[in-house]
């Protein structure tokens, strides 16, 4: 049985010689350019020139001395670029970065000094209000002949000569993404609630240039592709980013369109990669005719390999989740790694279903003795065909195993939800609403515009209100503050998501920016300044952004020093203002949380330390790393981090 085979069974739900392994075989189950030098070294292989398979995400392109040494069973063939377009990378113009722009005109840029990632800092379409200006917009050109140019005869080799699986790549990330990205996540969210018919129009042109891609490609490919694949990352770590029913109101007519597109065209199974916690739209992924799910993100919320595979494992394949790149892998022992594999390979690979890869690509942080670890733990326990198999295994077996595997497995919504996972009952929301005890036509206008999302009827009725010689305290106690804690409620349980959160935040920090002035001359003070910003060498800023709106929005005074911020310039922020009283760090990524712990130790070495409180957060980031790394709160959603600040600093809650 060659790879090929093997694969394509496993992708029917049967059960071939072993479970097939994949690294490199797509974007997403790669390997970081620094952990792939340190892998070939480990393996004794020859150091070569490592060839980039994607700039962005600074991952290696396998080589066949590994493939070969790992049996690696999947490739990818994916366009070229286009004939009128190249990356061209300016060292000079930024300062501390490398930088370009692609050919959506996205600005990517990436850290001279330790960066490992290119991220973006420039959407074209931010600002944008009109149709008009996405319809000008200069997209790329799908059907540019460039991209296709020796596409069949790739694909033929993989499939053919090689004997492997063979996945198609398209010709750029996921419809949604590429919204957020040519968009921007900080006005996309907010779009989603109140600009919806703009957005919509934005979806559906980017749809059809993937479209466009696709109508060209797949007769060139038919026969030789086995998959097609397909991404839009629409969850974190507790949940879902947008709420099921914006989901399936925006997003899943979209996923269907391009699914039923691409298998009107080639009979190809469908793999659609989308981190975190996605347990609830599964069944809709699968009414959508995705065949194949990624990265299988284990160590998210309700995501346990053992209940997927009972509830979904018939009508969808798991292509991951063999180990996570946010837990063991990195911090565990090779012992450990083996342990986890071989749970996640029992859990997944009974009745075939099942390629085993890590959790999204290896980070620059795992050594490579965890990845010989995992790989030679599928081997081992990835064997169908014995008595012992996966499914299959004697009660002895377990003996021996350790009964707590050193894995988190998480709760299943956010640890410090004060009504978690259901939405507020009517009179919960009235016993909420009835905490604000104000009267005036204009309070009680701008208290449901701010709770309804309504940024520009929030600012109009709080202009109304001063008109109306309301003070600006008033405004601020007895609507803002309240209106921003009954979202964060909503949000706690469910009811609200990132978009309705961000939206509503967007209309308190509009009326704070138009009240700031008006509370200097009255010499009203903020609860407290706070200075907040992602680590460096993290560029993830979604959660931070969203941590500074919510407490900008109960009456703190936030200065948000962004993403990839080095420990002394935290340092610089508090010195500079000299009455900071709140430090709040962000880190979503395993590489950067150490950089969390130099930070607060930055700070101490600055002398500063007992003058602020530090607090913590990020997906990977728990209350246990927050108490080993000596931070003095840790909050895992930004309405829990106002909750907890508030706290900290002695305010009353
Ligand atoms: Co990113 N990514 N990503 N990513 N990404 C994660 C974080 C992974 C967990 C996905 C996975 O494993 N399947 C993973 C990290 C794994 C690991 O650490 N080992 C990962 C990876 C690997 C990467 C890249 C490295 C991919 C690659 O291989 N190249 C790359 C790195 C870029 C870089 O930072 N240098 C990358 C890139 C991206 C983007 C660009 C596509 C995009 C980021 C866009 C942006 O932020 N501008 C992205 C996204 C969106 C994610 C996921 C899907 C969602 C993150 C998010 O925005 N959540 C995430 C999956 C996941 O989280 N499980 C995935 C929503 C916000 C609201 O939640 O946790 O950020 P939050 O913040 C909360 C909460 O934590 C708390 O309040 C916030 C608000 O409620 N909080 C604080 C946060 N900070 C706080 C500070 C405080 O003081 C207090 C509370």
């Not at 049996?71 to 190249?86: E, G, I, L, M, Y």
């Amino acid at each position: 049985m060659n790879a090929r085979e093997r694969v394509k069974l496993a992708l029917n739900h049967k059960e071939a010689d072993r479970v097939p392994f994949d690294l490199g075989g797509t974007v997403l189950t790669s390997i970081n350019l620094h952990s792939y030098r340190k892998l070939r070294k480990y393996l004794g292989l020859p150091q070569v020139d490592v060839r980039v398979m994607d700039i962005f995400q600074q991952i290696a392109e396998v080589d066949d001395d590994v493939r070969e040494r790992l049996n690696c069973d999947v490739r990818n063939v994916a366009p070229r670029s286009s004939a009128t377009f190249k990356i061209d990378i300016n060292s000079t113009d930024m300062p501390g970065y490398d930088f370009f722009h692609d050919e959506w005109n996205i600005g990517w840029r990436m850290p001279k000094d330790g960066g490992f990632f290119y991220d973006m800092f420039h959407h074209p379409l931010a600002g944008a209000t009109t149709i008009d200006e996405i319809k000008n917009f200069k997209w790329p050109n799908p059907t540019d002949p460039g991209r296709f140019e020796g596409l069949t005869e790739r694909a033929r080799h993989i499939g053919e000569d090689l004997g492997e699986l063979v996945i198609a790549g398209g010709m750029a990330a996921g419809f949604f993404e590429l919204v957020c990205w040519t968009r921007g996540y900080a006005e996309v969210y907010p779009d989603l609630v109140n600009n919806v018919r703009w957005v919509e129009y934005l979806m559906d042109t980017i749809v059809d240039i993937k479209l466009a891609y696709w109508e060209i490609a797949l007769p060139l490919l038919k026969g030789h592709v086995d998959v097609v694949q397909e991404a839009d990352d629409v969850a974190g770590q507790f949940g879902l980013l947008i709420s099921p029913d914006t989901y399936r109101k925006l997003i899943k007519p979209r996923h269907k369109k391009i699914v039923d597109f691409i298998k009107a065209r080639a009979d190809v199974k469908v793999f659609y990669h989308c981190c975190g916690a996605i347990r609830e739209i599964i069944p809709d992924l699968i009414e959508c005719g995705f065949d194949i799910i990624n990265p299988v993100q284990v160590s998210a919320a309700g995501m346990e390999s053992k209940a997927l595979k009972r509830d979904f494992g018939k009508d969808i394949v798991f292509w991951g989740g063999t180990v996570d790149t946010q837990g063991v892998f990195t911090d565990g022992t090779p012992r450990q790694v083996r342990d986890e594999v071989r749970r996640r390979v029992d859990d997944f690979a009974p009745g075939g279903g099942f390629v085993a890869a890590a959790v999204h690509n290896i980070q620059a942080n795992v050594p490579p003795e965890n990845i010989v670890a995992m790989w030679e733990a599928v081997r081992e326990y990835g064997v169908y065909g014995e008595d012992n198999a996966p499914g299959r295994r004697p009660e002895s077996y377990w003996e021996g195993y350790p009964e707590a595997v050193a894995v988190e497995v998480r709760a299943a919504t956010s640890p410090d939800a004060r009504i978690a996972g259901r939405a507020l009952t009517p009179e919960e929301a009235a016993a909420l609403i009835a905490k604000t005890t104000i009267t005036a036509p204009e309070l009680v206008q701008m208290r449901q515009a701010i709770i309804d999302g309504s940024a520009a009827q929030a600012v109009a009725a709080a202009q109304a209100a001063l008109d109306a010689k309301i003070t600006p305290s008033e405004i601020i106690n007895d609507v803002v503050i309240p209106a921003m804690e009954i979202v964060g409620e909503k949000f706690e349980c469910g009811e609200y998501f990132l978009p309705e959160m961000m939206a509503s935040a967007i209309g308190a920090q509009g009326i704070m920016k138009l009240l700031r002035p008006k509370l200097t001359e009255s010499g009203i003070e903020p609860l407290a300044t706070a200075v907040v910003g992602t680590v460096k060498g993290d560029l993830h800023d979604i959660g931070k952004n969203l941590v500074a709106m919510m407490w900008e929005g109960s009456g703190f005074n936030v200065i948000d020093l962004g993403p990839n911020v080095a420990p002394e310039k935290f340092v610089d922020a508090i010195r500079k203002d000299g009455d900071v009283k709140l430090v709040g760090l962000s880190a979503l990524l395993t590489t950067t949380m150490p950089m969390i712990k130099r930070t607060i130790q930055a700070i101490d070495d600055a002398g500063l330390r007992g003058q602020v409180k530090i607090m913590v957060g990020g997906a990977g980031v728990t209350q246990h790393f927050a108490d080993e790394i000596g931070a003095d709160g840790y909050a895992p959603d930004a309405s829990a981090a106002v909750r907890r600040a508030k706290e900290l600093l002695s305010l009353e809650a």
